[in-house]
């Protein structure tokens, strides 16, 4: 009589297992982050970080070298914001503890910040040499407007990013 309780357990101890792996394994959703004004910066960059290189792409920008470097930026840190916004509605960043987030998250947006300003600054100046009538002025242009927008935007979270990481290094 004893096995057959062992067996049921040793049963129920290999299903538990994997339905508490299920469980763990689902991801909560925080609806309130995109209402803070962080979750709502985030937004800002990704949509108008995507007209800043959609802007461009659409474009003959390989005629104009300086727009590579601003091309890279702005695909390079959209995806980056994707990513880090999914990250944060999932709260997967509860899940990976070992990760010091609030300083990935200051670095992270810091540096877009400064690279967002650079690409900000070339975009300008490449737009500026073009001239005036030519079929892609406008899309450049534009594209400029919209990269001072999102190095704004990055700099508005790296003061949250910066205002988070110093409660946390002060907490300890």
Same mark, same amino acid.
């Given at each position: 009589?004893e096995?057959?309780?062992?067996s049921?357990?040793? +049963?129920?101890s290999?299903? !538990?297992?994997? !339905?508490?792996?299920f469980?763990?394994?689902t991801?909560a959703?925080d609806?309130? @982050? +995109?209402?803070?004004?962080?979750? =709502?910066?985030?937004?800002?960059e990704?949509?108008f970080?995507?007209l800043?290189w959609?802007?461009i792409?659409?474009?003959e920008y =390989?005629?104009?070298p300086a727009?590579?470097w601003?091309? =890279?930026v702005?695909? @390079?840190?959209w995806?980056?914001?994707v990513f880090f916004? +999914?990250i944060?509605?999932t709260?997967? /960043?509860?899940? +990976?503890p070992q990760?010091?987030w609030?300083?990935?998250?200051l670095c992270f947006n810091?540096s877009?910040a400064v *690279? /967002?300003?650079?690409?900000?600054?070339v975009d300008?100046?490449?737009?500026?040499r073009?001239?005036?009538?030519q079929?892609?002025?406008n !899309?450049?242009?534009?594209s400029? @407007?919209?990269? @001072? *927008?999102?190095?704004l935007?990055y700099?508005?979270?790296? =003061?949250?990013s910066?205002?988070s990481w110093r409660?946390?290094?002060?907490g300890?």
């Amino acid at each position: 009589m004893e096995e057959s309780p062992r067996s049921r357990t040793v +049963i129920t101890s290999h299903s !538990s297992p994997h !339905s508490d792996n299920f469980s763990t394994s689902t991801l909560a959703y925080d609806k309130h @982050f +995109i209402r803070t004004v962080p979750g =709502f910066l985030i937004f800002a960059e990704i949509v108008f970080g995507l007209l800043v290189w959609t802007l461009i792409g659409g474009t003959e920008y =390989f005629r104009v070298p300086a727009f590579g470097w601003v091309m =890279f930026v702005a695909v @390079f840190y959209w995806v980056l914001t994707v990513f880090f916004l +999914i990250i944060y509605l999932t709260m997967a /960043y509860t899940r +990976i503890p070992q990760v010091p987030w609030t300083t990935v998250g200051l670095c992270f947006n810091s540096s877009a910040a400064v *690279l /967002y300003l650079t690409a900000a600054i070339v975009d300008a100046t490449s737009v500026s040499r073009a001239a005036r009538g030519q079929h892609d002025f406008n !899309s450049w242009a534009a594209s400029t @407007f919209f990269a @001072f *927008l999102v190095a704004l935007c990055y700099m508005g979270n790296t =003061f949250f990013s910066f205002k988070s990481w110093r409660s946390q290094d002060e907490g300890h």
